[in-house]
């Protein structure tokens, strides 16, 4: 017995009454209790309706039942039908709908509806038990009468029932129809005692939806609140816009697909639930550091970007060594003869044409890429030794040391300092979502958001976890935000990668040891990039290759 009391206890505390009275009250206390279990440990809404009204209908001996919800504009819409002796099962579990229409509660006139049973009840908050509905003059049943007319059946006994929340709201209302002798088989109306029971049952039943409305808006709550997070995080940079949307797609694709493999490393893995919803969140909120990152870094399309692009400042730099050397040429060529001036013009022209080369090189250096190597290094800090007149006739270097540091950055746009302001963003998202308060289900999401840059022999950062110190999820997330971000379109140093370019690099990153060679597997295995790209990528990013030519590919056979 529930609470720690037996049978025997429990008839103690009834003396007075028969033993069969007390074996039908106690066999009640049983399953009600037995129901109330049941239906708070439901969790998926149309089995927790479903649960209500058949447990009902089960307490009771009816034969028929409907529950309603009620809606935000006042109407009772049909959640679940069942009538046990024409075999109709409608709403819940099944995949058929309940196909009639809600119940408005208030005319047009915003006059109550007094008229219709459940209306009624979800009006005053009264417990309606009717013995024979064609007998009840006060209530217009036309559309009882209608269905049986429809269907056969002869709808007589009613018990309708309110359901109310803990703020005595009406919620719902639970309709029983034709109570059955058990002996007999005959409708009879509903006895006091099934009256009881149905009550007793609406009660928990309420408390048991309002729960489970609570926790589903709490969570949708959650849920919209970090979207918000992630699209402001989006919307802050236009280079990255969609990059907190587009990497729990892949995650999702990704966990998916090890889910459902039978073979390989995690033939036997099975994500629960609450895990996929884990990783969901933890997805969404994998940059939510990035907000503290400084603007200007995060949009850093080439080397010299700050507040804008300094490459004009060298452009204008050059623009002055070419007006001094017209000055110096007309000069010369002032007090010269004709031999000397054709060699002052084609030493001048020699010159105007290496100052356009060496500009051409600084834009090319300036936009980044890969790969710097040392030679071209070397030639921009050569350039670096020119002097130009300012404005002031002072005489300055064409580049700055600043500057010169910025051009000979070896890959990508960013200089050690700044990819260190970069990098920090992950021990800022695990220091944010640290202090979040989540709940026991979501205990995991920092571990899951902060490992993404991570690698699996302990390289990555930012502490430097090693593959078995790291949950699949946090691996997922690995090969989700690096596969999005090599085929993403926005970015400001890089064109978006065609797909057998970005699964190129991920295999190479494979064999580096950088992200995990099983997951790495099944992305291809199971063609969860097909799946993102069909939905995410342009027509001419998706080409055509074969997996097994590309870097660690393995087969899971």
């Not at 070419?322 to 002032?334: G, P, S, T, W, Y």
């Not at 990819?419 to 995991?444: A, D, G």
Request: charged share 25%; proline share 3%; aromatic share 6%.
């Amino acid at each position: 017995m529930p609470w720690g009391i037996d049978m025997e206890t429990l008839r103690k505390l009834m003396p007075d009454s028969d033993n069969h009275v007390q074996d039908n009250l106690l066999e009640n206390i049983k399953q009600l209790t037995g129901i109330g279990i049941s239906l708070s440990a439901e969790k998926n809404t149309d089995r927790l309706l479903e649960k209500i009204l058949i447990s009902a209908q089960n307490l009771t001996h009816s034969d028929g039942g409907t529950l309603y919800l009620l809606n935000a504009e006042d109407k009772l819409t049909f959640e679940i039908m069942r009538t046990r002796s024409l075999g109709i099962a409608l709403g819940g579990s099944t995949q058929s709908a309940v196909q009639l229409a809600p119940i408005s509660l208030y005319d047009d006139q915003g006059n109550p509806n007094n008229k219709t049973i459940a209306a009624y009840a979800a009006l005053t908050g009264e417990v309606i038990n009717i013995k024979n509905a064609y007998s009840a003059s006060n209530f217009n049943i036309q559309g009882t009468k209608d269905y049986d007319k429809k269907t056969g059946y002869h709808s007589k006994s009613f018990l309708t029932l309110p359901m109310k929340n803990h703020e005595n709201q009406i919620i719902g209302v639970l309709q029983l129809i034709n109570a059955i002798d058990m002996q007999t088989g005959d409708v009879i109306a509903f006895s006091a005692e099934s009256q009881r029971l149905a009550e007793s049952l609406a009660s928990q039943a309420a408390v048991a939806l309002t729960n489970h409305q609570l926790i589903s808006d709490l969570r949708v709550l959650l849920e919209r609140f970090i979207e918000v997070i992630a699209g402001a995080i989006d919307e802050k940079s236009p280079y990255t816009g969609g990059h907190c949307r587009r990497v729990p797609e892949i995650a999702m694709l990704l966990a998916k697909a090890v889910h459902n493999v039978d073979k390989g490393e995690f033939a036997d893995l099975r994500f629960s639930d609450q895990e996929l919803y884990e990783l969901k969140i933890a997805a969404l909120m994998h940059d939510c550091g990035k907000i503290t990152t400084p603007i200007h870094v995060v949009d850093k399309a080439t080397k010299l970007e700050t507040i804008y692009d300094r490459i004009k400042l060298i452009e204008t730099r050059f623009a002055l060594l070419k007006r001094d050397a017209e000055i110096v040429f007309l000069q010369e060529n002032m007090s010269s003869n004709d031999d000397q001036q054709k060699v002052l013009r084609l030493n001048y022209e020699k010159h105007l044409h290496a100052l356009d080369e060496e500009l051409e090189f600084l834009r090319t250096a300036n936009i980044g890429s890969e790969f710097m190597s040392e030679e071209k290094q070397l030639h921009v800090k050569e350039i670096a030794k020119r002097r130009y007149r300012d404005i002031n006739g002072e005489w300055q270097p064409l580049l700055t040391v600043e500057e010169t540091y910025n051009l000979t950055i070896a890959k990508g746009t960013l200089t050690k300092e700044e990819r260190h302001t970069i990098n920090y963003h992950m021990q800022s998202t695990i220091n944010m979502l640290e202090k979040l308060p989540f709940p026991k289900q979501l205990k995991n999401v920092p571990e899951i958001a902060g490992g993404h840059h991570e690698r699996m022999d302990g390289k990555g950062y930012p502490l430097g976890l090693t593959k078995d110190q790291m949950s699949v999820q946090a691996r997922i997330m690995g090969i989700a935000d690096i596969f999005e971000a090599l085929t993403a379109a926005d970015r400001p140093y890089k064109k978006a990668m065609p797909v057998s370019q970005a699964l190129n690099i991920l295999g190479k990153m494979k064999l580096d040891s950088h992200i995990d060679p099983d997951l790495f597997d099944v992305f291809l295995h199971e063609k969860v990039y097909e799946d993102y790209a069909r939905n995410f990528l342009s027509y001419e990013q998706i080409d055509d290759f074969d997996t097994e030519n590309l870097p660690g590919f393995n087969s899971l056979n």
